[in-house]
Nanobody
């Protein structure tokens, strides 16, 4: 079992930056590829970014490419999401997740078996 706790969300203005963190406990996150997803009000949860267990390979949703950076520190059991040039459409609850299956692809929610409770990010225009 892996417990994930996100932090760092908040209310910011368009163009600002935020850094989200995900702290893991129970098992080392080095066992898993890790990802970030988000869910806006009235919308389905969507993929944001993911990286391999060693952090070498990363994937981003087109909507955040060039603005967001995912990283991990396996020694601290943490995963981070640096978000720059935030836009109002980035407003959502952001979730950290650990990938446990390899059937559907990097961006597939169903491949991720452990989830945090989420942290709210609100970007005002």
């Amino acid at each position: 079992q892996v417990q994930l706790v996100e932090s760092g969300g908040g209310l910011v203005q368009a163009g600002d930056s935020l850094r989200l963190s995900c702290a893991a406990s129970g098992r080392p996150i080095s066992d898993y590829p890790m990802g970030w997803f988000r869910q806006a009000p009235g919308k389905e949860r969507e993929f944001v970014a993911t990286l391999t267990w060693d952090g070498v390979t990363v994937y981003y949703a087109d909507s955040v490419k060039g603005r967001f950076t995912i990283s991990r520190d396996n020694t601290k059991n943490t995963v981070n999401l640096q978000m720059n040039s935030l836009k109002p459409e980035d407003t959502a609850v952001y979730y950290c997740a650990a990938r446990v299956a390899y059937e559907r692809g990097w961006s597939a929610l169903l491949d991720y078996g452990y989830w945090g409770q989420g942290t709210q990010v609100t970007v005002s225009s």
